[in-house]
């Protein structure tokens, strides 16, 4: 029987730190690639709740749609190598620009393969110094 590295009491606490962290990240993310291309654009009048709704919907298709995206493109997925699944993130990424419209505009598809790189070392960097330490000092102390 496996043991939890975490108690019950802080699993929750631990999982709503994950969740912040990686919505920091992401927004972090967005602010320097809309500062640095000019074909994507997060609305400057409110900079960082756009980018956390962003991250949100992000989220959500993420949970929903993207298992099945992935399942439906296996084939494919198979026969490139691995190579077609960054375009299963692109896809979210312009559904995410479509639902937000003018608020989040991503008009350049190199743009977005951009944003989807940066996006994954980015959760790399922060599983790496902050999550991946703060589970080691909790099993240890247990």
């Given at each position: ?20 962290l ?78 937000l ?12 393969f ?29």
């Amino acid at each position: 029987m496996k043991r939890s590295v975490l108690k019950k009491g802080k699993k929750g606490l631990f999982l709503c730190f994950d969740w912040v962290l990686y919505l920091i990240s992401y927004i972090l993310v967005f602010l320097l690639v809309s500062s640095l291309f000019d074909s994507f654009y997060i609305d400057l009048s409110h900079p960082y709740i756009y980018g956390a709704v962003a991250v949100l919907i992000i989220v959500l298709l993420n949970k929903t749609i993207k298992p099945l995206l992935v399942t439906l493109t296996i084939p494919i997925t198979g026969l490139t190598l691995g190579l077609f699944y960054p375009c299963i993130n692109l896809f979210i990424l312009k559904l995410t620009d479509w639902i937000l419209g003018s608020h989040f505009n991503l008009e350049n598809i190199w743009v977005a393969f951009v944003i989807a790189i940066l996006i994954s070392v980015m959760n790399a960097l922060v599983d790496f110094f902050f999550l991946k330490p703060i589970i080691r000092k909790v099993h240890t102390y247990e």
